[in-house]
């Protein structure tokens, strides 16, 4: 199938799941080192690069988690998980909601227009890029990228 | 002489051997002795093995999961599928009809193989 074909898109089935995972990740990662450098170097422009990172990162994380499901209720017909299976879905789960609650703490802080973020927010954030990267190798082994070819 | 014509015979046994063990990895054909009886697929390292198994009608297949990762067994056209295999769990279907049924791993659709019923 060619890539920019229409039937690899609705044919893909769970892979797209496989692709999109990618770009919450590396949103996330990368807004979180913005935002511990904004704090390091007191600069305003990185926790404003930090914000619109941690935004799309969460907004990324709608497709992500449908796809998901999706590949769960389709693949595998919604069939009760265990093992690795489990702990993916729960840990998937629980990285989405702390990566919405970490963009929900600098939204708050700057609607109500204040000058420092919550410290509290850092061990959040460093708490939720070790979940999320828990999670993303355990998806890796998952989809078998040690597996053959 | 005799020395080295047995050293010559034992080499040619070993290539022979050898070559019959690579080839029995990728399809497997049953012997009349093992008609009617259980068969069985090792899945391990993000593969079924053998790739192809041929077995007479009323043979049943068994899948074995070897692997760490979870694997599914899943007919391409829909004649059987099994849940999700952990380590060590296993799928059999019995063949009752001649045909080909090629299958795949649902979680890993790259994961195929067939069983050829005759």
Redesign the interface.
């Known amino acids: 199938m060619h890539p920019f074909d229409i039937k690899t898109v609705v044919f893909a ?3 797209q799941h496989v692709v999109l995972i990618h770009f919450p990740i590396a949103l996330f990662i990368i807004g979180v080192l913005f935002d511990f450098l904004a704090q390091w170097k007191t600069q305003r422009l990185l926790a404003a690069a930090a914000y619109y990172n941690l935004l799309v990162a969460a907004i990324a994380t709608i497709p992500v988690v449908l796809t998901g499901i999706l590949a769960w209720q389709w ?2 017909e919604g ?1 009760k ?5 489990l702990m993916h879905l729960v840990m998937g789960c629980v990285s989405s909601v702390l990566i919405w609650v970490v963009w929900l703490i600098h939204r708050r802080t700057r609607r109500k227009q204040e000058e420092v973020l919550p410290g509290y927010r850092l061990p959040i954030e460093a708490v939720a890029v070790v979940i999320v990267t828990l999670t993303g190798h355990l998806g890796g ?4 990228v040690n ?3 | 002489m005799r020395r080295s014509v047995s050293i010559a015979g034992l080499a040619a046994a070993l290539v022979l051997g050898t070559l019959g063990f690579g080839t029995g990895q990728k399809s497997y054909v049953a012997s009349a002795q093992e008609k009617t009886s259980t068969m069985e697929v090792k899945i391990d390292n993000f593969s079924f093995g053998p790739v192809e198994l041929t077995v007479p009608v009323g043979t049943t297949v068994t899948w074995t999961n070897r692997d760490d990762i979870p694997h599914t067994v899943v007919s391409t056209d829909k004649v059987f599928k099994s849940k999700v295999l952990d380590t060590d769990e296993k799928f059999s279907y019995t063949f009752s009809k001649a045909g080909t049924y090629p299958y795949f791993c649902s979680i890993h659709p790259k994961m195929t193989g067939k069983v050829i019923v005759q």
């Open positions: 089935k769970h892979a693949e595998l069939q998980l265990k093992g690795i299976l082994f998952l989809s078998g597996g053959p070819g």
